[in-house]
C-alpha cells in the first residue's frame, strides 16, 4: 500500500476531505417513501426515444411519491461528445414537457454537469487509495492486450483481475519508480478479495429478486493521469453522484443489470447507503421473423427528433408510452391515462413493441378532439421551425386556416381524422391557400385524368358552372347545381345508368361532382364539397373553376 504522503501529493493540495461534500449535499428533507430519481443523458449522440421513455418513469415515480427528479448530464466521456447533442436534449425535455425539478439551472445538489464535478471525484478516488481500496495501475495497452489474448487462449473470463491484475500487489517502490519517471496512469478499484467467484443478489423494483456473479475486474474508476481534466469512468461517478445527490431509487435501461454487482461494491466500499435499482425493458421493433431493440443506427424511428420534426403531438406521444410502460394505461382514455400513476411492478420485463401505424392512430384520435383554434395554433407553430412557407400561409390567411380546419370537425359525431402529425397538414388542407394551391390549368392537367372526362366535356362542364354558380348556404340546394347542369349537359342521372350504356351519357352525376372537386382541391378524395365552398369563398371557387375552363 502506497505511503499517505505519496497519495496526496497526485492530487490538489486544496482539494477537500469527504465530509466537506457531505456538509455540501446534505441528506433531502423529505417525506417517508418520496423517491428521489435521475435521468443521466449522454451527449454522446442523439436522444433516443427509449431516454424519453426512462426520463418520464422517472419523472412520474419522484412527482407522485412527493420527491424529486433531477437530470444530471453524464458527460465525462469528452472524447465522444456530439456537438449539438445538449440542445437537442433541451429541445426534446421542453416538448415533452419533461422538465426536472433539478438541472441545470434549479437546484442545490449541482453542479449537474458531470465534467464540473472534478473536484468531488478526486476527493473520493484519493479517499479509497488512502484505504487500499483503490490502486494505480501503469498498465500499457500492449499489456493489457496481451492479458486479453493469454486469457483466451485457456478460455478464462477477460478481465483484470486476480494474477492477471499486474499492479494490483505492486512494490510501493516499483509504483514510485512509475510515478518518478513520469509514467501515465489509471486509478483502479481494488474488488474485494472475497468476491471472485462469489454471486450476489438484490431486489430490482421492476423485476424482484435477482442473482449474478459478483464483480471480479478491478475497474477502471478514474481515467488516465496524462489528460488536462480527471474525470471518472460512468461507474464510480454514478455512485458518488447518486449518493451526494442523494438519489434513492435509479431507473434505467435492462443493459445495467450486469452493472449492478459493481456499484453495490462501490457504494460497499466508500461507506454510501445502498440505493434500489429498478431496471425497464428496452422499446423493440418488429422485424421479419421476430423482433430487436429499437436501434439508434438502424431505425429514424429511434430519434426523438423524428417525432418532433414530423410534428406529433406530445400528449399523444406521451399516452403512447404509458401505455407501454403499464399496459392498463392503454385500455383508458388519454387524458385519464396521463393523469393516472405509473406504477414499476407493472413494467412488463418483455421489451414493448414500437408501433408507428398506432401512435399514429392514437395521434390522429387526439387531435380529432381539439377544436380547430387549437390546431392552428400546434401547425402554426410547428410550421415556424420546420415549414417556413407554411408558416407565413398561416399568418396571412388565419381566418381561412380556421375555417378549412374546421371543414368536417366541428359539430359532426365524427370529426375528421386525417390529421395524424402537424407534417400532414399541408398535404391534407394545402389546397384551401391560394399560396399553396396550383389550379388546374386546362384539361389536360394529369390532377384530372382519374375523373374520366374528356377534355372538351370537361372544360365545358366548369366553365357553364363557373357562368351561372352561387354561392349557396344550403347543401343541398348547393349540390343541386351540379345535378340540373349534368342533367342539361346530357350527364347520366345515376353511376348505374352511366355503367349499363356508357356510349349514350359523357359520364354521370357521379364524374359531374368529380370534376367540380378536382377542380377545387386538385384531388378526387376531399371533405365535404359543399363545406369547402364555403371555406373557400365564391372568388376562389370562381378563380379555380375558370382555370380549368380556360
Known amino acids: 500500500m502506497l505511503d499517505r504522503a505519496v497519495i496526496d501529493a497526485l492530487f490538489p493540495a486544496d482539494l477537500p476531505e469527504p465530509e466537506h461534500w457531505e456538509r455540501r449535499y446534505p441528506a433531502r428533507q423529505l417525506d417517508d417513501g418520496a423517491k428521489v430519481t435521475r435521468f443521466g443523458p449522454s451527449p454522446t449522440g442523439f436522444v433516443h426515444i427509449g431516454g424519453i421513455y426512462a426520463a418520464m418513469i422517472n419523472r412520474e415515480v419522484s412527482t407522485r411519491s412527493g420527491g424529486v427528479y433531477l437530470v444530471r448530464v453524464e458527460d465525462t466521456d ?59 495501475c501503469f498498465a500499457t495497452k500492449d499489456e493489457l492486450a496481451d492479458i486479453s489474448a493469454r486469457q483466451q487462449a485457456t478460455k478464462l473470463p477477460t478481465g483484470y483481475y486476480g494474477k492477471w491484475a499486474i499492479w494490483r500487489d505492486a512494490d510501493p517502490a516499483d509504483v514510485a519508480a512509475k510515478l518518478a519517471d513520469g509514467a501515465p496512469y489509471v486509478v483502479r478499484f481494488r474488488v474485494p478479495d472475497d468476491a471472485v467467484g462469489q454471486r450476489v443478489r438484490f431486489t430490482d423494483a421492476i423485476r424482484g429478486e435477482l442473482e449474478h456473479e459478483a464483480n471480479r475486474n478491478d475497474t477502471v474508476i478514474l481515467k488516465s493521469s496524462d489528460t488536462a481534466l480527471r474525470l471518472p469512468t460512468y461507474h464510480f461517478a454514478h455512485a458518488v453522484d447518486d449518493h451526494l445527490m442523494r438519489v434513492n431509487l435509479v431507473i434505467r435501461a435492462e443493459e445495467w443489470i450486469s452493472s449492478v454487482p459493481l456499484h453495490q461494491q462501490l457504494f460497499a466500499a466508500l461507506d454510501f447507503e445502498p440505493i434500489t435499482y429498478a431496471h425497464i425493458a428496452p422499446l423493440m421493433k418488429q422485424i421479419p421473423g421476430g423482433k430487436r431493440k429499437l ?35 392503454a385500455e383508458v382514455p388519454l387524458d385519464e391515462a396521463l393523469a393516472a400513476p405509473i406504477h414499476l411492478d ?23 378532439t381539439l377544436s380547430s383554434t387549437e390546431v392552428y395554433d400546434a401547425v402554426h407553430t410547428w410550421a415556424t421551425q420546420y415549414d417556413h412557407e407554411l408558416a407565413s400561409v398561416l ?14 370537425r366541428e359539430g359532426v359525431d365524427n370529426p375528421r381524422k386525417d390529421l395524424r402529425k402537424w407534417s400532414d397538414f399541408r398535404g391534407a388542407y394545402g389546397f384551401f391557400f391560394p399560396q399553396l394551391f396550383t389550379p ?47 342533367t342539361k349537359l346530357g350527364f347520366a342521372p345515376s353511376p348505374k345508368d352511366f355503367k349499363k350504356n356508357p356510349d349514350a351519357y359523357p359520364g354521370s352525376i357521379r364524374e359531374a361532382s368529380q370534376l367540380v372537386r378536382v377542380a377545387l382541391t386538385g384531388s378526387t378524395r376531399s371533405p365535404d364539397l359543399h363545406a369547402i365552398t364555403q371555406a373557400l369563398g365564391p372568388d376562389e371557387v370562381l378563380r379555380r373553376l375558370r382555370a380549368l375552363a380556360s
Open 78 to 136: 469528452q472524447a465522444r461528445e456530439v456537438e449539438g447533442a445538449l440542445a437537442q436534449f433541451a429541445r426534446a425535455f421542453e416538448y415533452f414537457d419533461l422538465h426536472p425539478d433539478e438541472g441545470d439551472d434549479r437546484g442545490d445538489y449541482g453542479p449537474y454537469h458531470q465534467s464540473q464535478r472534478e473536484s468531488i471525484y478526486l476527493t473520493y478516488v484519493r479517499h479509497l487509495l488512502r484505504q487500499g481500496k483503490a490502486y494505480l
Open 295 to 329: 436501434s439508434k443506427r438502424k431505425d429514424v424511428e429511434a430519434g426523438v427528433d423524428f417525432y418532433i420534426e414530423a410534428g406529433y403531438p406530445a400528449r399523444a406521444i406521451l399516452y403512447y408510452l404509458r401505455g407501454l410502460a403499464n399496459g392498463r394505461l
Open 346 to 368: 407493472q413494467c412488463g420485463v418483455a421489451g414493448p413493441l414500437v408501433d408507428l401505424v398506432k401512435l399514429e392512430d392514437i395521434s390522429a384520435d387526439h387531435i380529432a
Open 395 to 408: 399568418d396571412a390567411e388565419r381566418d381561412l386556416a380556421l375555417r378549412a380546419i374546421s371543414v368536417e
Open 440 to 486: 388546374l390549368t386546362g384539361p389536360d392537367d394529369d390532377r384530372l385524368t382519374p375523373v374520366g372526362l374528356t377534355p372538351e366535356v370537361a372544360t365545358t362542364f366548369a366553365g357553364d358552372f363557373a357562368e351561372s354558380y352561387q354561392q349557396l348556404d344550403d347543401q343541398p340546394e348547393w349540390f343541386n347545381q351540379i345535378r340540373e347542369l349534368a
